[in-house]
C-alpha cells in the first residue's frame, strides 16, 4: 500500500486539533489546544466560545502539527477535517481553513465523521499494530465498535467492503451521553469540569457497593419484547434496520443521585467544596479529594461502577447476538480505567479480543481524523470545495 502523509484537522466540540499520521499508523505529530479553562466557569461547552477559540487557535495548531513532524504545507499528501457531527459553528472553523489549504496547495480533501475517528484512533493502538502486523494486517471482521464520549454513546457494527470501512448503528442512548452523565453528575457534586477524569479518580477511593442504584434507574430494555422491534425513530438520518438494538439511557442515574444528594442532605458540602474549587483551573485530583467525605467517595464509586457495568452489559450482549469476532471501545469515556479493566476481564471471558486507544488518544485529537482518512485516501474517497458542515451527521 503507498505510504501517504495525511493532515489530519479536529474542531467539532472544544479542542483545536492538527496532527500529521502516516499510512493511517504512523503518528507524527499530534497537537491540541484543549479549551477546558474557557468552558470551566460555566460548567460545560459554550458554543459561541468555543468557535472564536477555534479561530484563535487553529492556524499555530496546524503550524505546530506540520513542523513538529517535520513536514511542510507542500510535503503532505492531502488534508482531512471533520465534517460532522460536533458544533456548526465550531466544524466550521476547521472545514473552512481545511478547504482553504486544499485549494491554495491543490491537495486532496477528505471529510471525515468524527465518530469514524474515534474508531480508527483505537488502529493507533502500539498492541494492535503489533498483532497486525505479526499477522499479515488482518483484522477480524465484523467489529462492535463502542463510541462512548461526552456527546455520543454509540454501537456500531462495522464490516470491510472494498477496503473501505462500513457502518450500521445497533445502539444509541436515548437520551444522555455517558461521559454527559459523569461531567452532569461531577457538576452536581461541585467536583468540577470535566467531570469524567476526576470521578475516574476518586471512584478508586471509595466503596463501589455502598450505593445501590437499580437497574431501572438505567433502563434496561427487556429483550423478549423490545429487541426485536423497529427502532421507532431513526436518529440523524441513520436509517431504520431490523434487529436487536441495544440502547443506553442514563438520564436516570442523574436523576438518583440528585435525589440521594438531597435524602442524605449532601447539599451543605457540596457548596463548600463547589466554592473551595471556584476559580481554581484544573485542580490537582489530591485537591479534590481532600474536599470529599467517605459518603461523596462512595456515592462517586457506586456511580462508575453502575456506569461501567451497564455499558460493558449492553456492550458484549450485543457483541454476542451480532457475533462479533473483535470489540474497540473508544471515545473520552475509553479513557476510564475502571471500564477498561472490566472489558478487558468480561470479554476475555467470552473469548472477544478487545482494544482501546491510548488514554490520551481516547479524547478528541486530530490524529484519529488523519488515521480514520487513510482508507478513504487509498480509495480515492475525495470531498469537492462544495462540501459543508453536517453538524447531526450520521456514521454508515
Ligand atoms: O471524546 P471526547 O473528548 O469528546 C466528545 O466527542 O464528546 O469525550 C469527552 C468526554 C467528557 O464527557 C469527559 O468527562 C469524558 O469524555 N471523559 C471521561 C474520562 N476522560 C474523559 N469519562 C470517564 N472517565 C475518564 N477518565
Ligand atoms: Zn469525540
Redesign the pocket.
Known sequence: MPDACILGIES????TGAAVVRSGREILSNVIASQIATHQPYGGVVPELASREHLRAIVPVVRQALAEAAQTYQSIDAIAVTQGP?LAGALLVGISFAKALAFALQKPLIAVN?LEG?IHSVLLDSELLERRQSDNGTLDFPVLAL??????THLYLAELRENLWTYRNIGRTRDD????A??KV?KLLGLG?????????LAACGDPRAVKFQTSQIKHPDRRTASRRREPEAQNGETKEDGPRFDFSYSGIKTAVLRHVETEDLKPAIELRRQALAGVSAPALAEVLQLCDRHTLDLVASF?RS?VTDLVAKTLAAAREYHARTLFV????????E?RSTFEREAAMQGLPVFFPS?AL????AAMIAAAAYPKFLSADFVGMDFSVEPGMALR
Open positions: 467539532s466540540c472544544d479542542e460536533g468524527h474515534h463510541v462512548v464520549s461526552g456527546g455520543h451521553a455517558a461521559g454527559e459523569f461531567d461531577a469540569y470535566p467531570g469524567g477524569p476526576i470521578i475516574d479518580g462508575q456506569m473508544s471515545g473520552g469515556v475509553a479513557a476510564n480505567r471500564l488514554r481516547s479524547t478528541d485529537n
